[in-house]
């Protein structure tokens, strides 16, 4: 007689994610992901690579175990890096073992994209970032002159959003645009950058395509004894603390759907392992959202005062913050606080703090497994009663229904359908 044995569950499918999680971005992605996985009930077992991701990752598991990959531009060695760092290029090893690779914000195509390889390319919309700096821009006030600064190295995605950028502000009528454009020598950048800075008829406002650039303008300005904001408004795109909040004086900054790049990735790569074949090429649109710091504080001293005192709020509403503590941080009193905030904003001080808190609230129900309460604390409520009272008074649901029903702008795809190595939760 046969032995009967029990019947094994099937295993979930081997996903290597590889982001660049010392960013904003990278960890943004990768909450998108997590939130695919949670509202799809799909799972996968994660591996997370924090380095370089190379075939030398494989030393540690087969690559023939692993069943599919998400991955950015800094973890593709021999692609977009200047040197390989392992004598093999990953993607060529992935596609001959038929993985399916979904990658974030590189060239497309990239080497070895051809009919039959799985491998399918995200990028957020450089139109809509280029347009809303623009819109930031133009919101600020009026310039004598306006400027763009690509990245270090020419990319088609800075391209396009200096070009977006441009067509945007002329449309509202600013005609007096100029792009930097870098000679070959790239040990000379720096002196040609302040060369240009030097020409722009100021006040000038400058935007850079990313954190990093905007950084560097700043870098440069206050070395050339250029002064910002008072001669140069510097806008930049990430809004990645490691550089907005550390810069001085503070980086204003556009905040792309990376979230929602994230999530689409964990889509796309759940269409291959189910059988199926999503676009070559996505560009995901999503909320672009603005952080403006001092970099593009308006030139009037309550405008400096009133964007001095939306900065701590963004940093400190989740610490208990309460009016009187914020302008004793600005040195001034309550009433002065209370009248110049709401002379700039149009609301008061307590609502802006209730909004930061609730903003960061939405932000953990949607990209977290963390409990109701644990979320009160970490907003700076002293329970989660109230905090359930001032959410469902300000959106119009509980957290449970904001969290269980996609309400957070998610879509709901992929609810049924073929579980071919993608097993669901029962």
């Given at each position: ?21 010392t ?129 270090f190295?020419?990319?088609?995605w ?27 020598d ?10 240009w ?6 006040p ?23 002064h ?15 550089f ?51 970099s ?65 609230a ?24 109230y ?19 996609g ?9 049924e ?8 939760r029962?």
């Amino acid at each position: 007689m046969t032995k009967r044995t029990k019947h094994q569950p099937q295993k979930a499918p081997l996903v290597v994610v590889a982001l660049p999680f010392t960013h904003r971005e990278g960890v943004d992605e990768y909450n998108g992901v997590m939130r695919y996985l949670r509202e799809t009930r799909t799972e996968w077992d994660l591996r997370i690579v924090r380095c370089s991701f190379g075939v030398g990752l494989f030393r540690d598991f087969p690559v023939s175990e692993v069943s599919g990959v998400i991955c950015g531009m800094e973890f593709l060695p021999g692609i977009v890096s200047y040197e390989p760092y392992f004598p093999e290029d990953v993607l060529d090893l992935l596609a001959r073992h038929d993985v399916p690779v979904v990658c974030l914000d590189v060239p497309f195509p990239l080497r070895g994209h051809g009919r039959g390889v799985r491998r399918a390319y995200l990028s957020v919309d450089s139109e809509q970032i280029g347009r809303k700096a623009a819109q930031v821009i133009a919101k600020a006030g009026e310039y004598a002159s306006y400027g763009f600064v690509g990245a270090f190295e020419d990319r088609a995605w800075s391209r396009d959003r200096g070009a977006f950028f441009a067509r945007e502000l002329r449309a509202r009528g600013r005609r007096n645009v100029s792009i930097f454009q870098s000679g070959a020598d790239p040990a000379r950048r720096d002196e040609e950058l302040v060369g240009w800075l030097r020409r722009l008829k100021r006040p000038a406002a400058v935007f850079a395509s990313n954190d990093h650039c905007a950084a560097n303008v700043l870098r440069l300005c206050s070395g050339a004894g250029l002064h910002v904001p008072e001669d140069f408004a510097v806008l930049g795109v990430d809004d990645d603390p490691i550089f907005c909040m550390h810069t001085r004086p503070t980086l204003s900054s556009l905040h792309p759907d990376f979230e929602a790049e994230g999530y689409q990735a964990a889509h796309a790569l759940a269409e291959f392992l189910e059988g199926r074949r999503p676009p070559a090429r996505m560009v995901v649109g999503g909320t672009v959202t603005s952080t403006e710091r001092m970099s593009t504080a308006p030139s009037s001293p309550a405008g400096r005062l009133v964007r001095r005192a939306d900065e701590i709020i963004g940093e400190r509403a989740c610490k208990r913050l309460n009016a009187e503590m914020l302008a004793s941080a600005l040195g001034i009193s309550r009433r002065l606080l209370d009248m110049r905030y709401r002379q700039i904003n149009g609301g008061s001080v307590r609502e802006a703090i209730e909004e930061a808190r609730l903003a960061r609230a939405k932000e953990l129900l949607s990209g977290t497994f963390l409990s109701h309460a644990e979320i009160a604390r970490s907003c700076g409520y002293n329970s989660e009663s109230y905090l359930e009272h001032v959410f469902v008074r300000r959106f119009g649901q509980s957290m449970s229904a904001f969290r269980g029903s996609g309400a957070n702008g998610a879509e709901k795809e992929r609810r049924e359908g073929g579980k071919a190595d993608g097993r669901k939760r029962s």
